[in-house]
């Protein structure tokens, strides 16, 4: 088979995977006895072990394999989770990484040695689940079977269990393992199903129908099934259709009263519930026909939900294209319009308008497919603190905020080098062992927090500490050493500028030079990303309360929620993130200090900022209006009040550049296309005031 | 020999979208116009350069839109049905460039175009040449002069 126009599926599918796995190791490891999470680990392993088997890569077929039968033990609860298995797993997708990117370059899958892992692997197997040695082999899924889980019967099946025993009938759960080697799994399955129709009622099936003709189910699945015929009649039919490996029959009633003697011993309410809710399922347990088919949904619908939301990978240049073609769509609209208004043609405006909020939407759903939340870059790096972290024998905190907020593609595919730095900086230099910390009556584990929000018209993005801070003294007197200063310009530095030194080229404030950071590339190198990228960086700090470092990116794509004005016959737009209020107020609310207008609003004095002369909007004739509207916007703590002739309202816009002949104007920061096809542009509300 | 001779041919003729102003006719290297629309909604941009008459929406993307006429110290003349918007390109730079009327594509030969030596004042930084086809007379613009990326 020829694997290559796979290969980029394989590698981004592997990646996502790994991804999962990574998240879901950490997940399990704050949570040990979640057992859902495992279930996605294991899926997640799976799944890879599959690709990697298809795409001729057996030694990640391998590891993953190994990998699998650690994670089966834990999930039967047959391994307890440990530091130490935690520990080896993460190793395991480590190494997995390492050969997914190998195999990515073009290079070989065996990039690094696996042998110590799978040792590893294979004695926690064998060592610590001597007990369940039958389980621990893979290749005997039938064997386990008994010993799975009963099926959990709820209170409408019970009733149906005992409708039927009641009227003579047996009741059986069966449990039928298909040949490993099977392929038509679902072929099978429908046989089975089939021959039990002849026999009985299938009550419900584990999984449920829909899943087994999907294929949905490893090489065994439940039945419980309602029937005269011996069990052992059922059996021999079963054995009979090719490819089923194994049959187990038990009893349902026996099965239904051990597990009644299991929930009666912690609490009794369980049991006590099933009469209650007998008089709602009755006339359907007569037949319990009816009753199968409303379980089965139901189970099926239950099992979905967790599932991730669904995507398709598409290349960024043919959205670049869907979104040019938009444009030339939108134009071609507005002629047909024209033309509709010049001869008059109702019926085609009409229409008309019902495809202006087709094309409406479409547009600003090309432009937000654009946009991927930071969290696709914050997803990489609870892992490296926890890494990092346990090098450096610190106890860190990670907290992440605004996963949510959505940058432009080039900018999330730009930003991670440069937080990942910072953070590593935060923990390596930042956050002091937890034995100084306790000293200094801190919590012995340091808080480092990753938060993203949009300010202004920028995502700000910052990574805090609550760790020592930065010594400016610490930091004049290196500069003054290394001669990247004089004296005499340390000390005319304040403070605050004086850290700033930290993002000059060749600057490392650490004692010792770690592997982790202070190799004196660092911060300058964050610095010229960032910038690169239009953004700006900075940093506050306070010795021994902590840091944090300030990226400010610019959206050059991003969409914002803002308000539309109308100064004349000008539109402008302020960005909702700034603005406080808006008020209507009269003309004699106004009030002059010091020959500026100001207003009074709730005690608080604000200056008043008439946009019109501000942006020079030519004056049309009309009447002064007596109804002022006055947008009140703030920087920090400061508020102002700006004037407009009219409010037009809340709309999420598209922010656009206005390109290098117009960079570096004041008080306008982009612009946007507005829904009609024209251009309104944005304030910077912080070069108003 | 075929090839060189093409190649001379092909070095000796260049191809302009000419395009007038007031009664002058003017003239950009086909290569750097990337289209040709009519007048449409023009946003004024506050604090931009005076010749800058604002900005359009281009297919979703804010272009500048340069009146020429004003760039070049032409009196104003009021839009009419002729009035176009040429797009220009240079280098990554786009604008818009508000003219009377697009007459045609010319082609024009090399030898046609003498260098700017008629005018003398301070729009000659803007023309690169004239060219001569019959007796007409076409302005060759500098893009980057007029853009602004020259000098200033």
């Known amino acids: 088979m020829d694997t290559n126009q796979y290969m980029e599926m394989f590698l981004e599918e592997s990646r996502e995977h790994l991804q999962s796995l990574n998240d879901g190791l950490l997940g399990l490891e704050n949570d040990p006895e979640d057992l859902s999470i495992l279930n996605d680990i294991f899926r997640n392993a799976h799944t890879i072990k599959g690709m990697s088997a298809t795409m001729g890569y057996t030694k990640i077929a391998e590891l993953t394999h190994d990998t699998e039968n650690v994670l089966d033990l834990l999930r039967k609860e047959q391994l307890k989770v440990s530091e130490d298995i935690v520990d080896t797993l993460f190793k395991c997708v480590d190494s997995l990484e390492q050969m997914v990117e190998s195999i990515g370059e073009g290079g070989p899958e065996d990039v690094v040695d696996v042998t110590e892992i799978a040792a590893k692997l294979s004695a926690l197997v064998k060592g610590e689940a001597a007990p369940a040695a039958a389980a621990a082999a893979p290749a005997a899924p039938a064997a386990e079977a008994p010993a799975a889980p009963s099926i959990e019967y709820d209170d409408t099946d019970k009733d149906v269990i005992n409708q039927a025993l009641g009227s003579g009938m047996r009741v059986l759960h069966i449990n039928v393992a298909l040949t490993e080697s099977c392929v038509l799994k679902s072929a099978r399955s429908y046989m089975v199903m089939n021959a039990l129709d002849q026999l009985g009622d299938v009550m419900k099936s584990i999984p449920p129908a829909e899943d087994?003709?999907?294929?949905?189910?490893?090489?065994?699945?439940?039945?419980?099934?309602?029937?005269?015929?011996?069990?052992?009649?059922?059996?021999?039919?079963?054995?009979?259709?090719?490819?089923?490996?194994?049959?187990?029959?038990?009893?349902?009633?026996?099965?239904?009263?051990?597990?009644?003697?299991?929930?009666?011993?912690?609490?009794?309410?369980?049991?006590?519930?099933?009469?209650?809710?007998?008089?709602?399922?009755?006339?359907?347990?007569?037949?319990?026909?009816?009753?199968?088919?409303?379980?089965?949904?139901?189970?099926?619908?239950?099992?979905?939900?967790?599932?991730?939301?669904?995507?398709?990978?598409?290349?960024?240049?043919?959205?670049?294209?869907?979104?040019?073609?938009?444009?030339?769509?939108?134009?071609?609209?507005?002629?047909?319009?024209?033309?509709?208004?010049?001869?008059?043609?109702?019926?085609?405006?009409?229409?008309?308008?019902?495809?202006?909020?087709?094309?409406?939407?479409?547009?600003?759903?090309?432009?937000?497919?654009?946009?991927?939340?930071?969290?696709?870059?914050?997803?990489?790096?609870?892992?490296?603190?926890?890494?990092?972290?346990?090098?450096?024998?610190?106890?860190?905190?990670?907290?992440?905020?605004?996963?949510?907020?959505?940058?432009?593609?080039?900018?999330?595919?730009?930003?991670?080098?440069?937080?990942?730095?910072?953070?590593?900086?935060?923990?390596?230099?930042?956050?002091?062992?937890?034995?100084?910390?306790?000293?200094?009556?801190?919590?012995?584990?340091?808080?480092?927090?990753?938060?993203?929000?949009?300010?202004?018209?920028?995502?700000?993005?910052?990574?805090?500490?609550?760790?020592?801070?930065?010594?400016?003294?610490?930091?004049?007197?290196?500069?003054?050493?290394?001669?990247?200063?004089?004296?005499?310009?340390?000390?005319?530095?304040?403070?605050?500028?004086?850290?700033?030194?930290?993002?000059?080229?060749?600057?490392?404030?650490?004692?010792?030079?770690?592997?982790?950071?202070?190799?004196?590339?660092?911060?300058?190198?964050?610095?010229?990303?960032?910038?690169?990228?239009?953004?700006?960086?900075?940093?506050?700090?306070?010795?021994?309360?902590?840091?944090?470092?300030?990226?400010?990116?610019?959206?050059?794509?991003?969409?914002?929620?803002?308000?539309?004005?109308?100064?004349?016959?000008?539109?402008?737009?302020?960005?909702?993130?700034?603005?406080?209020?808006?008020?209507?107020?009269?003309?004699?609310?106004?009030?002059?200090?010091?020959?500026?207008?100001?207003?009074?609003?709730?005690?608080?004095?604000?200056?008043?900022?008439?946009?019109?002369?501000?942006?020079?909007?030519?004056?049309?004739?009309?009447?002064?209006?007596?109804?002022?509207?006055?947008?009140?916007?703030?920087?920090?703590?400061?508020?102002?009040?700006?004037?407009?002739?009219?409010?037009?309202g809340q709309q999420e816009i598209v922010i656009k550049t206005l390109g290098k002949l117009l960079a570096g104007l004041k008080v306008i920061s982009g612009a946007t296309v507005l829904g009609d096809g024209r251009v309104a542009l944005i304030l910077d509300v912080s070069a108003l005031m | 020999m075929a090839t060189p001779e093409n190649n001379v041919q092909v070095d000796n003729e260049v191809q302009v979208v000419a395009f007038k102003l007031r009664d002058e006719e003017y003239g950009f290297n086909i290569l750097n116009v990337k289209e040709i629309k009519g007048l449409t909604d023009i946003t004024r941009v506050p604090f931009a350069s005076d010749f800058i008459k604002g900005v359009i929406n281009l297919r979703g993307s804010v272009l500048p839109v340069i009146d020429l006429k004003k760039r070049l110290g032409l009196q104003n003349t009021p839009y009419t049905d002729d009035t176009r918007i040429v797009i220009v390109r240079s280098d990554d730079i786009e604008v818009g460039m508000i003219v009377d009327a697009v007459t045609e594509v010319i082609t024009l030969d090399t030898a046609h175009i003498d260098a700017a030596k008629v005018v003398d004042n301070e729009t000659n930084r803007f023309i690169t040449g004239i060219g001569k086809e019959d007796d007409r007379l076409i302005i060759m613009l500098n893009l980057d002069a007029i853009i602004g990326l020259q000098e200033e």
């Open chain 1, 212 to 648: 087994l003709e999907q294929e949905k189910f490893e090489h065994s699945f439940d039945v419980v099934f309602v029937t005269d015929a011996e069990p052992s009649t059922v059996e021999e039919t079963l054995m009979a259709i090719s490819e089923v490996d194994k049959v187990v029959i038990t009893d349902v009633a026996e099965e239904l009263k051990a597990q009644e003697a299991a929930a009666k011993a912690p609490a009794a309410p369980a049991p006590a519930a099933a009469p209650a809710a007998a008089p709602a399922p009755a006339p359907a347990a007569a037949k319990p026909a009816p009753a199968k088919k409303a379980a089965a949904p139901a189970k099926g619908a239950e099992k979905k939900a967790p599932k991730g939301s669904q995507s398709v990978r598409v290349d960024i240049e043919k959205l670049d294209n869907l979104l040019n073609l938009v444009g030339e769509l939108v134009i071609n609209k507005v002629r047909l319009e024209q033309i509709g208004i010049t001869h008059r043609l109702a019926e085609l405006t009409e229409t008309l308008e019902q495809m202006d909020r087709v094309t409406t939407d479409l547009q600003t759903v090309v432009m937000k497919v654009r946009m991927v939340p930071v969290g696709q870059v914050f997803n990489r790096f609870p892992r490296m603190v926890r890494d990092l972290a346990k090098e450096l024998n610190k106890e860190i905190n990670l907290t992440i905020e605004g996963e949510e907020t959505e940058l432009d593609r080039t900018v999330i595919d730009e930003i991670g080098d440069p937080l990942m730095h910072l953070l590593r900086n935060s923990l390596d230099h930042g956050v002091e062992h937890p034995d100084d910390r306790e000293a200094k009556g801190k919590p012995r584990s340091g808080e480092v927090a990753l938060i993203a929000r949009h300010e202004g018209n920028n995502v700000v993005i910052m990574v805090t500490d609550d760790g020592k801070g930065i010594n400016a003294d610490a930091i004049r007197r290196k500069a003054v050493e290394k001669g990247m200063i004089s004296q005499e310009e340390a000390d005319s530095l304040n403070d605050a500028d004086a850290v700033r030194l930290i993002f000059l080229p060749g600057f490392s404030t650490a004692e010792t030079i770690t592997d982790v950071s202070g190799r004196g590339v660092g911060m300058d190198v964050v610095r010229s990303k960032i910038e690169t990228l239009g953004g700006h960086v900075d940093v506050e700090t306070k010795v021994d309360e902590g840091s944090v470092f300030k990226i400010k990116l610019p959206l050059t794509l991003a969409i914002i929620q803002a308000l539309l004005v109308k100064v004349q016959e000008e539109m402008y737009a302020i960005p909702l993130g700034s603005i406080d209020s808006t008020i209507n107020i009269k003309q004699e609310d106004i009030k002059t200090v010091q020959n500026k207008e100001v207003i009074v609003l709730r005690g608080q004095i604000i200056p008043i900022i008439r946009l019109g002369n501000i942006l020079n909007v030519p004056t049309q004739e009309g009447e002064e209006n007596d109804d002022i509207f006055v947008v009140v916007v703030h920087l920090g703590e400061r508020k102002a009040g700006i004037v407009v002739d009219n409010l037009i």
